[in-house]
């Protein structure tokens, strides 16, 4: 098989097993021998289901609280398919994740399904996951589509959201009010928010200031992730080819690169290059920053942090831009290929997105449920800061995902990452250092 490149070694290894997979001859388990005629009882077929981290570790942590959601979905879907036994297990969570599932193929201790977020394409391409279209004819409908997107290739749909999140738009009242502005009427778009934060940050005099702006260190997805909200916006993906192949010279970008840049001159001093992304955001519940672009868990977060006046709404958009957002947190699965039971772990997925289960998600988790129908009926019981992410993803056609990159990955990030810190650190036109990145984004892809 043709050598890889190193960001790709995990996937090669997938592919690897895969072909050895369809090359190894199915041999079926010999029968039981027979009895003097006595009923025998049905043999128990186990499902192993790597799940994620707080669903397992609530079942015995908080069995009445967080934990009566994975108890919930362990014993109805065993109750309602006798002789099968569920058994969730968690094995880390991204690259920890993906470590961990090509040794267990290695091994041949796979699970019949398998957790994440943003590899499934990958995997989907590689042959190492079976296709669920059969199993959600009768419900695809009810499904917000943004959060499958990343379980989406060739227009066939391999794993399905159990829950999901999404982004918003954050403010502190307090300190709007501070600098002389009417919390009732956040900003709508990017020239009024660029606005407001230097009236708010003038308004300060170094005690608050109007925006917090994640940079490209320390735990630098979730600055990708927020970045990605004003790409969509302004409908400027900075990749291309269904989003697999780097564009980091697209033409349309710059008006946000641009934007990025003026908007940090009213982030709070170091702020933007602090690796510690909870210290990030955390500061505007503190009251020294004004707006924040929010994940849907920032509600909670706010209140457990004292902010007694954080509202939220849509971020705002840009002159001829789109509302858009970018689903977070999405917590999916899929059929691995290597499955000892496809049909019954393909049963379970789609069981995941059912009212009675879905409906349990908020309620127990915390989390926003991902089918239409939970949602629609969640969002009346909801106060206005929760309801707001709950619109995002019922009302905004363009929620998007992060791109798909095929080849070295974490190179690409890198060279994304370095342009970004040129952006926000010098005053060089922004194409030419866009055009740099992609320069070298073009050699990491030509390599052999």
Same mark, same amino acid.
């Given at each position: 098989?043709?050598?890889?490149?190193?960001?790709?070694?995990?996937?090669?290894?997938?592919?690897?097993?895969? %072909?050895?997979?369809?090359?190894? $001859?199915?041999?079926? $388990?010999?029968?039981?021998?027979? =009895?003097?005629?006595?009923?025998?009882?049905?043999?128990?077929?186990?499902?192993?289901?790597?799940?994620?981290?707080?669903?397992?570790?609530?079942?015995?942590?908080?069995?009445?609280?967080?934990?009566?959601?994975?108890?919930?979905? %362990?014993?109805?879907?065993?109750?309602?398919?006798?002789?099968?036994?569920?058994?969730?297990?968690?094995?880390?969570?991204?690259?920890?994740?993906?470590?961990?599932?090509? =040794?267990?193929?290695?091994?041949?201790?796979?699970?019949?399904?398998?957790?994440?977020?943003?590899?499934?394409?990958?995997?989907?391409?590689?042959?190492?996951?079976?296709?669920?279209?059969?199993?959600?004819?009768?419900?695809?409908?009810?499904?917000?589509?943004?959060?499958?997107?990343?379980?989406?290739?060739?227009?066939?749909?391999?794993?399905?959201?159990?829950?999901?999140?999404?982004?918003?738009?954050?403010?502190?009242?307090?300190?709007?009010?501070?600098?002389?502005?009417?919390?009732?009427? $956040?900003?709508?778009?990017?020239?009024?928010?660029?606005?407001?934060?230097?009236?708010?940050?003038?308004?300060? +005099?170094?005690?608050? &200031?109007?925006?917090?702006?994640?940079?490209?260190?320390?735990?630098?997805?979730?600055?990708?992730?927020?970045?990605? @909200?004003?790409?969509?916006?302004?409908?400027?993906?900075?990749?291309?080819?269904?989003?697999?192949?780097?564009?980091?010279? +697209?033409?349309?970008?710059?008006?946000?690169?641009?934007?990025?840049?003026?908007?940090?001159? &009213?982030?709070?001093?170091?702020?933007?290059?602090?690796?510690?992304?909870?210290?990030?955001?955390?500061?505007?519940?503190?009251?020294?920053?004004? &707006?924040?672009?929010?994940?849907?868990?920032?509600?909670?977060?706010?209140?457990?942090?004292?902010?007694?006046?954080?509202?939220?709404?849509?971020?705002? %958009?840009?002159?001829?831009?789109?509302?858009? =957002?970018?689903?977070?947190?999405? @917590?999916?699965?899929?059929?691995?290929?290597?499955?000892?039971?496809?049909?019954?772990?393909?049963?379970?997925?789609?069981?995941?997105?059912?009212?009675?289960?879905?409906?349990? @998600?908020?309620?127990?988790?915390?989390?926003?449920?991902?089918?239409?129908?939970?949602?629609?009926?969640?969002?009346?019981?909801?106060?206005?800061?929760?309801?707001?992410?709950?619109?995002?993803?019922?009302?905004?056609?363009?929620?998007?995902?992060?791109?798909?990159?095929?080849?070295? $990955?974490?190179?690409?990030?890198?060279?994304?990452?370095?342009?970004?810190?040129?952006?926000?650190?010098?005053?060089?036109?922004?194409?030419?250092?866009?055009?740099?990145?992609?320069?070298?984004?073009?050699?990491?892809?030509?390599?052999?």
């Amino acid at each position: 098989m043709k050598q890889r490149a190193k960001g790709l070694r995990l996937t090669a290894l997938l592919l690897v097993l895969a %072909i050895l997979a369809a090359c190894t $001859p199915t041999v079926a $388990p010999a029968a039981p021998a027979a =009895s003097d005629g006595a009923a025998q009882p049905a043999a128990v077929r186990e499902l192993v289901v790597w799940a994620e981290g707080n669903t397992v570790n609530t079942i015995e942590s908080d069995p009445e609280g967080q934990g009566l959601y994975g108890k919930y979905i %362990i014993e109805k879907f065993e109750e309602e398919n006798p002789g099968v036994k569920v058994r969730l297990e968690y094995h880390g969570w991204d690259e920890e994740l993906r470590q961990n599932l090509v =040794s267990a193929l290695l091994a041949g201790t796979a699970p019949d399904i398998v957790v994440g977020e943003n590899f499934f394409q990958q995997y989907a391409e590689l042959d190492a996951l079976i296709p669920l279209d059969d199993v959600i004819v009768d419900i695809k409908d009810n499904l917000i589509p943004g959060t499958y997107a990343a379980g989406v290739y060739r227009d066939q749909v391999y794993g399905l959201s159990a829950f999901t999140g999404v982004f918003g738009f954050e403010r502190n009242c307090a300190v709007v009010e501070a600098a002389g502005l009417d919390c009732d009427n $956040p900003p709508e778009t990017w020239d009024e928010l660029l606005a407001q934060a230097r009236q708010i940050t003038e308004a300060g +005099n170094g005690e608050y &200031y109007g925006y917090t702006l994640q940079g490209p260190v320390g735990f630098s997805v979730g600055g990708i992730f927020r970045v990605a @909200v004003y790409l969509a916006q302004a409908g400027a993906p900075m990749c291309q080819d269904e989003c697999t192949q780097p564009y980091f010279n +697209n033409p349309d970008a710059v008006p946000v690169m641009e934007f990025l840049r003026e908007i940090n001159r &009213y982030t709070p001093p170091g702020l933007t290059f602090d690796p510690d992304e909870g210290r990030v955001y955390s500061q505007l519940f503190n009251g020294l920053s004004a &707006y924040q672009i929010a994940g849907s868990w920032h509600v909670g977060w706010a209140k457990q942090s004292g902010c007694e006046d954080c509202r939220y709404s849509g971020a705002p %958009i840009p002159q001829g831009g789109q509302p858009a =957002s970018i689903i977070v947190g999405n @917590v999916m699965y899929a059929v691995l290929k290597e499955s000892k039971n496809p049909d019954l772990a393909a049963q379970w997925i789609a069981f995941l997105t059912r009212d009675d289960v879905q409906d349990l @998600v908020y309620p127990t988790l915390g989390r926003l449920p991902s089918t239409r129908s939970a949602l629609t009926k969640l969002r009346p019981t909801l106060d206005d800061a929760n309801g707001a992410f709950v619109d995002q993803l019922l009302n905004n056609p363009e929620l998007g995902i992060l791109p798909q990159w095929r080849k070295d $990955p974490q190179k690409l990030w890198q060279i994304y990452n370095d342009m970004l810190i040129e952006v926000l650190t010098t005053e060089e036109p922004v194409f030419d250092i866009m055009d740099r990145a992609q320069a070298a984004a073009e050699e990491v892809m030509n390599e052999p």
